[in-house]
């Protein structure tokens, strides 16, 4: 069975850190690419970071320095630690594996910035 479970979401202060996982299963994880997206309230859905089979990384503009995209195969599981939060990016925050026209969803993460 095929699954993607993020988690590490929560509350934080503007300017705090978190760490959100997604763990893989049931599928070849180290042969895909993962894309963290998010949706925040009233927005479109919006890819923030992507991570490689061979580990190239991509990012955001908005998130570039601020978040940092890994991955562990060994674990099947992919980070994407956050860190100088703003209120802006509260979100809902997805991943997703994808490799040629297979995709794969995870069930989402609320991530809250406030004060």
């Known amino acids: 069975q095929v699954q993607l479970v993020e988690s590490g979401g929560g509350l934080v202060q503007p300017g705090g850190s978190l760490r959100l996982s997604c763990a893989a299963s049931?599928?070849?994880?180290?042969?895909?690419?993962v894309r963290w997206y998010r949706q925040g309230p009233g927005k479109e859905r919006e890819l923030v970071a992507h991570?490689?089979?061979?580990?190239?990384?991509n990012y955001a503009h908005s998130v570039k320095g601020r978040f940092t995209i890994s991955r562990d195969n060994a674990n099947h599981t992919v980070y994407l630690q956050m860190n100088s939060l703003k209120p802006e990016d509260t979100a809902v925050y997805y991943c997703?594996?994808?490799?040629?026209?297979?995709?794969?969803w995870g069930q989402g993460t609320q991530v809250t910035v406030s004060s």
């Open positions: 997703a594996a994808v490799r040629l026209y297979t995709v794969y």
């Open positions: 049931g599928f070849t994880f180290s042969s895909y690419t």
């Open positions: 991570i490689s089979s061979s580990d190239a990384t």
